[in-house]
């Protein structure tokens, strides 16, 4: 039985080296569907985890608490305020709570404004929202102890608003918005990369992006008379029981004030949803991409049919020396299975040049999973052992004396 099998991996490889540039044209189906298929999903999966990874990288574990002002209990008196964060903070329960007050605003530097959403957040924010720095520095403690007029702001209102030149030690002027707007200077410490340009810059084509700026609490209590939070954003101490640490805080603070009028949202929802639609994306493109396997198979299976009529005197003589019919099948379908899995490495070779060739010239680090290229290979060996059934069959069916007299 052994003897058969190194019988007939011999002889198939000696066909197919005989027949070189057949060989190689009927791979090229296998090579370029693996190829296409380790391509798409490596790239989907890579551009998956980079969207994703910067919106998490702003919430997750992280959740907001707001207030329900449309609900008939209630009353100015129960506005989030500085004795909630407080009062959270002295739980235990979090690793971080920060007070959140958030407006629209304009900003301007000398003859160029821009529209951006400000925030005034304090220290614990650093440790809620990953913030990652260009240019300049973030707010020292004295800075959040109110100590001037102080403001860090996203690099596209940088870009905006300086262009090449560099923001840091700038000052820049704040303005509300409405009849009693008034305007303030502050200077500039540092920028910070725009949390969701890269989500934004896929939704959007590149345009319609949200700016962002912060200042201390403080500060904003000072200059904008604050006395009231939009939100109040807490990070979890362990990730896995957001559920029980959003349960808590808002026992914390219905125990204080009263109850139903508080709302809590998780900050990875959206990521949830987002990543959901990524995937579905991913598989999609990659089943497109699958189609190709379909016509490579297929074109293995017609060269092989081409194969057996090619070489029927061959068969004939085989048989008429006490070849049987299983050694005929067992030889095609391992020429056609060499075929395959040789197209199908040859293909996994050029879908990972090819998606780290492409990765690096758009940005995003393909991800290549183990079960990807066992996949593949299992894929290229199938096609093989399907598309090969056929002309081997035929060839194993051939009447011997038939065969010896074909021209």
Known sequence: MALNFWENLSTAFASLISSKLRALLTMLGIIIGISSVILMSSLGAGGQDKITGDMKRT????FKITIDQENSAYRDKYALDSSDVQALLESGEFEAVSGIYTNRMSIKYEDKSSRISLSATNPSYEKISEINYLQGRDFLPIEYEDYGNYIVIDNLTAQNLFGTESPIGKTVSLSTFGSNSRTFNFYVLGTFENPMATMFSIMSGGRFFPSFSRIPTLTAERLFNI????AIEIKTRDTEKIDEAMYIAKTILEERNISDIYEINMSTNNTSSFDSILSTLTIFITAVASISL??????VMNIMLVSVTERIKEIGIRKALGATNGEILAQFMVEAI???????????LLGVSGAYAIGKFIDITPIFTQQMILLSVSISTAIGLIFGVVPARKASLLDPIEALHNE
Do not use: A, P, R
């Open 294 to 299: 379909l016509v490579g198979g297929i074109g």
């Open 338 to 348: 060499i075929l395959t899995i040789t197209g199908g490495i040859l293909g996994i």
């Open 59 to 62: 919430g997750y574990g992280n």
């Open 227 to 230: 006395k009231e939070f939009s």
